[in-house]
């Protein structure tokens, strides 16, 4: 059995080394271009990224229904183009996002390269947008990403055309 505080160890660990990902390292890079006063620059990049972390228990007190919040749009935004940013940096090729979604919070995230369709995801419940732990949250979009370059060698010629 763990004790509480080996707990907290492995816990620390995991942040840690999902923090040292690529990915985490460009999403922090984003965020704090963001902050255009340095109100953040004391805080530390898990502290920024507390807001991405929603747990099972808070998204239980959430509303099954209910109108995203600005912040929760804004924090969908930069998540999607950090994965963007990640295609291009992984196959050369800028990968242009579409969000689309209607007041109550469903829609649509789209990003392509030429004329490929290198993600297409359903929003939904996007006031409930977030991730258990900071390790899921670099899972999921450094698997987009790698979805998204597999396709681009798949269909080089598609994802190159004007």
Known sequence: MTS????????ADDDRDAMATPFMKRLVRLV???DTHGSWDGKSDTDLLADFIVT?????????????DPDVIWRLQIFYTCVGLEIEGHSGLVASSIVTMNPEGFGRVVLTTGRLVVLSKTLRDVHRFGFETLRKLTEAGTK???????????????????
């Open 32 to 34: 704090r271009a963001q």
């Open 4 to 11: 509480p505080s080996n707990l907290a160890n492995t816990l």
């Open 56 to 68: 099972k228990e808070q998204r239980r007190q959430m509303p099954i229904i209910g109108d995203p």
């Open 144 to 162: 987009l990403v790698d979805d998204a370059v597999i396709a681009i060698k798949a269909y080089p010629d598609v994802a190159r055309a004007p």
